[in-house]
């Protein structure tokens, strides 16, 4: 069984910083195997694709609207991949989700997701 556990999400002023984790577990899942993403979803509206990295973690591309803000990064020893929101704005407000699978924007890409982590920008 695959888990994955995103922490670090909660309320902060705009202009403000969050750096999320996603921490991935299961006896037959081999972390540096997948490539893994962030997405995330705002009330309403459909989940969205934010950053992606593949599995040496030499290879990121973000959606544009989060391009020099946030920054995505994983460390394949601690089984753990990360996301440094940096400038935040309350558009950014929705609950963030990780996931694991192909190097890719489409949530058809991910096999394995985590419950999410609310991200809440106040203006």
């Known amino acids: 069984q695959v888990q994955l556990v995103e922490s670090g999400g909660g309320l902060v002023q705009a202009g403000g910083s969050l750096r999320l984790s996603c921490a991935a577990s299961g006896r037959t899942f081999t972390f540096s195997w997948y490539a893994m993403g962030w997405f995330r979803q705002a009330p309403g509206k459909e989940r969205e694709f934010v950053a992606t990295i593949n599995t040496s973690g030499r290879m990121t591309y973000y959606t544009d609207i989060v391009k020099g803000r946030f920054t995505i990064s994983r460390d394949n020893f601690k089984n753990t991949m990360y996301l440094q929101m940096n400038n935040l704005k309350p558009e950014d407000t929705a609950v963030y989700y990780c996931?694991?699978?192909?190097?890719?924007?489409?949530?058809?890409?991910?096999?394995?997701w985590g419950q999410g982590t609310q991200v809440t920008v106040s203006s």
């Open positions: 996931a694991a699978g192909q190097i890719a924007t489409m949530t058809e890409e991910y096999d394995y």
